[in-house]
């Protein structure tokens, strides 16, 4: 973890103790102490992501009860989210409820795709060098309809296109010619390989996060949710 984001974390929870904001129950003490708003380390976010998806999957939730304390937590001393995540808008993907997180414990940017932007790009620098992210997570899904759509390649209408045309050359490795019967191995390759596409885009389109990344102050994870299962996969 970067020494500012130590530091930062260290004043966050003394004043939270001073003024006794950090009263609430076990588990979400325990839940919050080494997540979200309290920071997570960087080694930790790919395990901690993983644990929270298995308490989705397992029923066993802890962030989904009203979070005063977190609410109160974030409203007084602000956000310190320690892990962005780049995401689909599509509603089989709410991102806290798949990694049971909270309040201020994600940085979450949403677009049909999971397409780089360069306004969800600055989001991510913003979060890298105002908030402590140290992490994003690239997080594609299988039956992605905006990956599906480009994998025919008729024309969209209006805005639309731009989606295809952000999705389209991260895929001319896997997929030889347009189709309407893409099996749902080759949807699900074409949104791995979007995936990928993506995680290169956040690099090459901001100097700032490829040269945190270098700099070992940024980890890039692509991962790949299961709309039929609830599973996250991360990739490599
Ligand atoms: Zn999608």
Redesign the pocket.
């Known amino acids: 973890m970067p020494i500012n984001t130590y530091m930062k974390t260290a004043g966050f929870l003394v004043a939270l103790t001073l003024c006794g904001c950090a009263a609430t129950s076990s588990s979400q003490v325990s839940r919050s102490q080494s997540m979200g708003v309290s920071g997570i380390a960087p080694h930790a976010a790919r395990s901690e992501l993983e644990a929270g998806n298995k308490r989705f999957l397992d029923g066993g939730m802890e962030a989904h009860a009203w979070q005063q304390s977190s609410v109160i937590k974030t409203g007084t001393y602000g956000q310190s989210p320690s892990v962005g995540i780049l995401s689909?808008?599509?509603s089989r993907?709410p991102v806290e409820l798949i990694f049971d997180q909270g309040v201020g414990d994600l940085f979450v940017v949403r677009v049909?795709?999971?397409i780089e932007t360069t306004e969800g790009n600055g989001t991510f620098e913003y979060g890298l060098k105002a908030l402590g992210m140290h992490t994003i997570v690239v997080l594609?899904?299988t039956?992605?309809?905006?990956?599906e759509a480009t994998i025919k390649g008729k024309p969209l209408p209006s805005n639309m296109a731009s989606l295809a045309a952000a999705i389209q050359p991260g895929l001319k490795g896997v997929l030889k010619a347009p189709t309407d019967t893409a099996s749902f191995e080759l949807v699900t390759t074409c949104?791995e390989a979007n995936v990928r596409h993506q995680m290169q885009k956040l690099r090459t389109d901001s100097a700032l996060l490829r040269d945190a990344e270098k700099a070992g102050e940024l980890t890039i994870l692509g991962a790949m949710y299961d709309v039929d299962t609830g599973h996250v996969r991360f990739m490599d």
């Open positions: 689909c808008a599509d993907v049909a795709g999971n594609g899904h039956k992605c309809g905006a990956v949104c």
